[in-house]
């Protein structure tokens, strides 16, 4: 048999995630056979949290699994929306946290994980061929949701006689890192200019924004977000606003947290359980949007996902109900907060001390960016070889983080001390 793949996959798998790639490098026997201990290595590669998900939720799992009628239940379909009650408590989690108004369940979509649901997403606002609007840093994730989501049949045969695949959809990059002094978005004028221009050329479909951002932690500024969602308006384009990090701020949030769907019709907010709860392998996810948007999502859903898992579902229905009624969900998010902040006051500290390079103050999130003035890619293989230290490379996020690297402090929360130690290596290596 002459088995194929699809020719979009075969052109992905040429080009894979460079995110994936370098955690690739991170895999024990690879390390092994780099003449490193896997168990010396120090890594600020992971994009993921480390504190412990709230006890109550744990306890509520249990509570399930336990009732052998809930246990039954959890065996079955939900509606492919969601549990009424998941997305009911949602907006009133919404409510309560951010001071949302007018926001119900008929704004919420429940998925298996946002990452599914902006595959998804992805599908039911863009036709294959129509732009989309990226920021130069953003998450390196998004292109490749686009080109599986977006890719018709826009294959050309190459003179050397290989088919290829040229996504119809492309992206527009909007710049929004100043790396010369080392800055995210300075000018808010300059970048709504940019993106007026790029609105009016392109005519894309979306513009796609993380808040707080991945690689930089960074929070989008205010004034951007008014300038965006008018901009995006104007030209019948939506504003999508990642909020992977939204619970995860430092110092006050900004005014467009609370924007509601219902008000702002073009909005579309992506959300996850994977980061304030520490549920990054019980996937589920939701979409707040305007009601239009939701019943597309739900027709894409019934072939994507079907529907999202029950057990996941019953167990924060009863978690929330308590945690929001009692307040310990503000109280639970507050302390990871503090804790977040802590880690990366600690690892700013590290940084100047033992590297003396430009790095981004996080505002959010898990991370910063580095200048380190040369290639990443070169940097960070230099540097674990040599050290036993890992770091991301910043070209995957943008070309304007090609000399950077990303660094997370997210898996180490709750150690400190590796932090220190990881950029005392490092440091002592490249002789700052």
């Given at each position: 048999m002459n088995l194929k793949l699809s020719k979009v996959v075969?052109?992905?798998?040429?080009?894979?995630?460079?995110?994936?790639?370098?955690?690739?490098?991170?895999?024990?026997?690879?390390?092994?056979?780099?003449?490193?201990?896997p168990d010396n290595v120090i890594s600020f590669g992971g994009g993921w949290v480390n504190h412990p998900a709230p006890e109550?939720?744990?306890?509520?799992?249990?509570?399930?699994?336990?009732?052998?009628?809930?246990?039954h239940a959890t065996g079955a379909y939900s509606a492919t929306l969601g549990d009424l009650r998941y997305r009911e408590l949602i907006a009133e989690m919404e409510m309560?946290?951010?001071?949302?108004?007018?926001?119900?369940?008929?704004?919420?979509?429940?998925?298996?994980?946002?990452?599914?649901?902006?595959?998804?997403?992805?599908?039911?606002?863009?036709?294959?061929?129509?732009?989309?609007?990226?920021?130069?840093?953003?998450?390196?994730?998004?292109?490749?949701?686009?080109?599986?989501?977006?890719?018709?049949?826009?294959?050309?045969?190459?003179?050397?006689?290989?088919?290829r695949v040229v996504p119809r959809a492309e992206v527009a990059y909007l710049k929004v890192m100043d790396t010369e002094q080392w800055k995210?978005?300075?000018?808010?004028?300059?970048?709504?200019?940019?993106?007026?221009k790029i609105m009016d050329?392109?005519?894309?479909?979306?513009?796609?924004?993380?808040?707080?951002?991945?690689?930089t932690s960074q929070i989008v500024p205010q004034k951007f977000m008014e300038g965006a969602i008018q901009i995006c308006a104007e030209f019948n384009a939506y504003l999508v606003i990642d909020f992977a990090y939204k619970t995860q701020y430092f110092g006050e949030y900004p005014e467009y947290f609370s924007w509601s769907p219902n008000d702002h019709p073009n909005l579309i907010t992506i959300h996850s359980n994977s980061k304030w709860a520490r549920s990054l392998g019980r996937r589920t996810g939701w979409i707040e949007a305007s009601p239009t948007v939701i019943d597309g999502m739900e027709r894409v859903q019934q072939c994507s996902a079907l529907c999202p898992d029950t057990f996941h579902q019953?167990?924060?229905?009863?978690?929330?109900?308590?945690?929001?009624?009692?307040?310990?969900?503000?109280?639970?998010l507050e302390n990871t907060r503090q804790d977040y902040q802590k880690a990366a006051n600690v690892t700013m500290k590290a940084i100047d001390q033992n590297l003396g390079m430009r790095a981004l103050t996080p505002q959010g999130g898990l991370y910063?960016?580095?200048?380190?003035?040369?290639?990443?890619?070169?940097?960070?293989?230099?540097?674990?070889?040599?050290t036993g230290?890992?770091?991301?490379?910043?070209?995957?996020?943008?070309?304007?983080?090609?000399?950077?690297?990303?660094?997370?402090?997210?898996?180490?929360?709750?150690?400190?001390?590796?932090?220190?130690?990881?950029?005392?290596?490092?440091?002592?290596?490249?002789?700052?």
């Open positions: 075969q052109e992905q798998i040429k080009t894979p995630s460079p995110i994936r790639q370098i955690m690739k490098m991170a895999e024990r026997q690879n390390i092994i056979n780099m003449g490193l201990d109550p939720l744990r306890q509520k799992y249990i509570d399930v699994a336990s009732d052998k009628t809930r246990f309560k946290l951010f001071n949302m108004k007018n926001i119900s369940s008929q704004n919420i979509i429940i998925g298996q994980s946002s990452t599914q649901l902006t595959h998804d997403m992805f599908l039911t606002t863009t036709e294959p061929g129509q732009d989309v609007v990226l920021l130069d840093p953003t998450y390196a994730n998004y292109y490749g949701q686009m080109v599986f989501a977006l890719t018709d049949s826009g294959i050309v045969h190459d003179p050397s006689g290989i088919d995210y978005m300075p000018d808010i004028d300059k970048a709504l200019a940019d993106l007026r050329l392109r005519r894309p479909s979306l513009l796609m924004v993380p808040s707080p951002d991945n690689p019953m167990a924060m229905v009863d978690y929330l109900e308590e945690a929001l009624a009692n307040g310990s969900l503000v109280s639970y910063t960016v580095v200048d380190v003035g040369t290639d990443g890619d070169e940097f960070i293989q230099d540097v674990l070889k040599n230290v890992l770091f991301i490379p910043g070209g995957g996020f943008g070309k304007s983080l090609k000399n950077a690297i990303r660094v997370s402090y997210g898996p180490m929360v709750h150690d400190l001390e590796k932090i220190k130690e990881g950029m005392e290596r490092a440091g002592e290596y490249l002789g700052k």
